[in-house]
């Protein structure tokens, strides 16, 4: 199982969110290269990468920062946060990002995803943020009235590479993923799907190892705070 340790870039600095709240976030002194350093340094070779001024402008803010840290460090690279044109995946996949997150934009018109599998075969990733079962887009300031599962069922076959399953509930909470409806989700995805939200321990990530059709486990805030040891984590990547 692959572990994509996280970096949340907001004014060229690492954060991070709760709940996805900008009003609630905690900023960390190093900056976005030297956390992708230090995760290379540790022996990690997958990195999750989210644009959060992308986020909320739709541009690609960080692009710089971003094809810094993929030209310095041999990593495997998604990067999500705002992409809501084929411009921006081109970019993103000029500067050898591995594969691109898209949110709001899928959801909110298929077709470009559709368009996008097309386009750009085998670099798209899906991320699907959902409370309580519903889909959130803008940065999950909307909820789009729409059920994770029914979406995924009309979009099942699209090509999409990689799906991304966040319980905005769980995120930046250290209170454990959602496992039981991320493995409603993965049952039903024809690509495999990687855990977003909530990792607060080691036993997290051994339990998602028990799962099916799961790719990997992002961890964020547990490791900024120190909950979870790089040393003690990079021994589950696979």
């Given at each position: 199982m692959k572990i994509f340790p996280a970096i949340d870039i907001k004014d060229k600095k690492c954060v991070r969110l709760v709940k996805g709240d900008f009003n609630n976030k905690t900023e960390y002194k190093m900056s976005p290269v030297e956390q992708a350093s230090k995760y290379r340094d540790h022996g990690f070779k997958n990195l999750h990468i989210v644009d959060l001024d992308g986020a909320l402008t739709g541009e690609t803010i960080n692009?710089?920062?971003?094809?810094?840290?993929?030209?310095?460090?041999?990593?495997?690279?998604?990067?999500?946060?705002?992409?809501?044109?084929?411009?921006?995946i081109q970019k993103y996949t000029d500067v050898g990002v591995e594969k691109v997150i898209l949110g709001s934009a899928a959801i909110k018109d298929k077709n470009f995803l559709k368009e996008a599998c097309v386009k750009f075969p085998n670099k798209i990733a899906l991320g699907l943020d959902a409370k309580d079962g519903f889909l959130s887009v803008s940065g999950w300031k909307e909820n789009s009235n729409q059920l994770t599962l029914d979406y995924l069922k009309e979009i099942n076959d699209y090509g999409v590479s990689r799906l991304i399953y966040t319980d905005i509930n769980r995120d930046g909470m250290k209170q454990s993923p959602n496992f039981e409806v991320t493995t409603k989700v993965a049952e039903k995805s024809n690509c495999p799907v990687?855990?977003?939200?909530?990792?607060s321990s080691i036993d997290d990530i051994k339990k998602a190892k028990t799962l099916k059709n799961i790719e990997g486990i992002i961890v964020g805030k547990a490791i900024y705070d120190g909950d979870i040891k790089l040393e003690e984590l990079v021994k589950e990547d696979a």
């Open positions: 692009l710089d920062i971003i094809k810094d840290i993929v030209s310095k460090f041999d990593l495997k690279i998604e990067v999500g946060g705002g992409v809501r044109n084929f411009e921006s990687i855990i977003s939200g909530g990792v």
